[in-house]
């Protein structure tokens, strides 16, 4: 059973920045796709972010301000998070695909307030 965990949430301050991390229990070399979503209070989950066949796609609020990474050699992928606004409190999940289906983490608390 493949398991992901997230790590790096966090109150954050409007302006601020968190790094999102997502630990996958296999190799992430051959995946097909990557993706980090969010789910406000209230709110249907969205798409945060979402890499597949070569090409990301971000949700327009976001665009500019957050990035998704990954790097093989720790199976993990990453959510860089820039100039965060209390609109961006959600909690955070992120997702994988090899050949089969999606994968989940349990998400991330992120709380954007002064």
């Known amino acids: 059973q493949v398991q992901l965990v997230e790590s790096g949430g966090g109150l954050v301050q409007p302006g601020g920045s968190l790094r999102l991390s997502c630990a996958v229990s296999?190799?992430?070399?051959?995946?097909?796709?990557m993706g980090w979503y969010r789910q406000a209070p209230g709110k249907q989950r969205e798409v945060v972010a979402l890499?597949?066949?070569?090409?990301?796609r971000y949700a327009g609020s976001v665009q500019g301000r957050f990035s998704i990474s990954r790097d093989d050699a720790q199976n993990t992928v990453y959510l860089q998070m820039n100039s965060l606004k209390p609109e961006d409190t959600a909690v955070y999940y992120c997702?994988?695909?090899?050949?089969?289906?999606?994968?989940w983490g349990k998400g991330t608390l992120v709380t954007v307030s002064s």
């Open positions: 997702t994988v695909r090899w050949l089969g289906p999606d994968y």
């Open positions: 296999r190799s992430i070399f051959s995946i097909n796709s």
């Open positions: 890499s597949s066949g070569g090409s990301t």
